[in-house]
């Protein structure tokens, strides 16, 4: 009869320590990631996000093209899609993903003037808050005539309330100013839901080191970084950045492929009329800077396994033929432009001669001649696509 109350003291610590060692163990208390909380203005962003009674024609709501679950691109895969008061306008771009752009920085260029960030294919606006009353105001897309326009389906809108409490219901009397309010919501929506930066792709799990490549990814993986070889990460950034944040896949800057004319886009492009990008913004500041005619921005590879439509003018609808034509597109010129009559192939066909000059032809994989062997082979360009699937958000283990 020692001093049991000593021993049952132990017992009891004993039992406690062994519990939570267990529980830490087995995960038990590691907490739940907590929903994150959106501000007021993203949460009215994300009911703005998905309202079609936005658009002139009440049937397109930015959802309409940017489709969560196409990773925020369109699930379809026609070249542009169809927009404006009748929903029978065909757009002139393709859609991009709307995934991981908030760390877009801002357009400019560098001391060699050479162009970097900016949203849209040519980086005509500055913060996600400016892209946003582009389609608002699109006579292709969501179609409002002006600031008003816009102001007076909102306030018959499902979310004038909710626009009241966030914004106040004086801004109904300030078209310009409440056309503002709904750009920052709908920026501040997808800057701060994590869906549109989840970082949880496969290939984000193998560099947590909670995930393996297949031989086929990591020879993709390596392929992809080799200077030599695909030389994707030249613009399409593997590196970790700022902090170990994750690689986005772009560099932010702006590139000329010479990617072929897509004939599908007729309806928009007069003969002879040509999308030039960069040079051709709207806002006419880089008119003068010719050496950009045909430059568009470098977009992020994640997720691009989803898409059903590539590049900016969607001339592509497979990310193998994509591939395909990086590596051949100076080795076997005729398998990707037109011929002549006079059995001439009608290289980079969606820019006038005068710029041919500015087509990379200097960077691999575009520096082969012609007839020369491709820099990946047709083996190699599987396992490059292999790889590009790991790039694709929402891998569960
Ligand atoms: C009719 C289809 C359509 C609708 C509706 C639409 N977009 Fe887009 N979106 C596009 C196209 C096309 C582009 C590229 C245009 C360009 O580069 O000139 C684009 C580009 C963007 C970009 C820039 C992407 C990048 O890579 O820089 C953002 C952000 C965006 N849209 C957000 C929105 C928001 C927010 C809405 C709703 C207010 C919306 N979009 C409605 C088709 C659409
Ligand atoms: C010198 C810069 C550069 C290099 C090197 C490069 N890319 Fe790109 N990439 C771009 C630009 C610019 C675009 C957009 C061009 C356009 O639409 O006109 C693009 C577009 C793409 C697209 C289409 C994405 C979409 O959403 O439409 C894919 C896929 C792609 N690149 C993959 C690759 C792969 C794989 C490699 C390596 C074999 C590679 N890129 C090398 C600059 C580059």
């Known amino acids: 009869m020692k001093k049991p109350p000593l021993t049952l003291k132990r017992l009891v610590w004993a039992t406690a320590a062994f519990t939570l060692a267990l529980a830490l163990t087995l995960g038990w208390l590691t907490p739940a990631p907590a929903p994150v909380a959106l501000s007021p203005q993203a949460q009215l ?21 940017h489709d969560p679950s196409a990773a925020h ?25 709307l995934r991981y752009l908030s760390f877009t920085p801002a357009f400019g260029l560098d001391a060699q003037g050479k162009p970097s960030g900016g949203f849209f294919w040519d980086g005509r606006a500055n913060s996600l808050q400016a892209q ?5 105001l699109h006579p292709k897309e969501m179609a409002n005539d002006n600031a ?8 018959q809108g499902p979310h004038a309330r909710l626009f009241e409490e966030v914004f106040g219901a004086h801004l109904w009397q300030q ?27 496969l290939f984000d799990a193998f560099l947590r080191g909670q995930a393996t490549l297949s031989p086929a990814q990591a020879r993709g993986w390596a392929l992809f970084k080799d200077p ?8 399409h950034t593997a590196d970790l950045g700022p902090d170990g944040r994750h690689p986005l896949f772009t560099d932010h800057s702006y590139d000329n492929l010479g990617v072929p004319r897509n004939p599908k886009l007729i309806p928009t492009q007069a003969p002879g009329s040509h999308d030039l990008g960069l040079c051709a913004r709207p806002d006419g500041t880089l008119r003068q ?28 609808n497979s990310l193998s033929e994509v591939l395909h ?19 001439q192939v009608e290289r980079f066909n969606d820019l006038p001669k005068r710029w041919h000059p500015h087509v990379n032809q200097s960077e691999v994989p575009y520096d082969r001649a012609l007839g020369a062997a491709p820099a990946l082979n047709a083996a190699e360009v599987e396992d490059v696509l292999a790889f590009l699937t790991t790039l694709t958000d929402g891998y569960r283990p």
């Open 73 to 97: 691109a369109p699930a379809n895969d026609l070249p542009t899609q169809m927009g404006g008061p009748q929903m029978d306008q065909m757009g002139q771009r393709s859609t991009p993903s």
């Open 325 to 343: 034509f990086y590596v051949e597109r100076d080795t076997h010129p005729e398998r990707w432009y037109p011929l002549r009559a006079n059995g």
């Open 228 to 235: 030599q070889k695909g030389n994707c990460a030249a613009c």
């Open 175 to 201: 078209p310009q100013a409440a056309l503002e309010a709904v750009a920052l919501a709908l920026a501040r929506y997808q800057s701060e839901d994590p869906q549109f930066q989840p970082f949880d792709s």
């Open 289 to 316: 800077r010719t050496d950009l005619c045909g430059a568009f921005k470098v977009p992020t590879l994640r997720n691009v396994a989803t898409k059903r439509v590539f590049f900016h003018n969607g001339q592509f």
């Open 148 to 155: 008003a326009a816009l102001v007076q389906r909102l306030s």
């Open 45 to 65: 962003g994300l009911r703005l996000f998905h309202d079609p009674s936005l658009s002139a024609s009440g049937k397109l709501s930015c959802a309409g093209c």
């Open 132 to 136: 946003a009353i582009g389609p608002l």
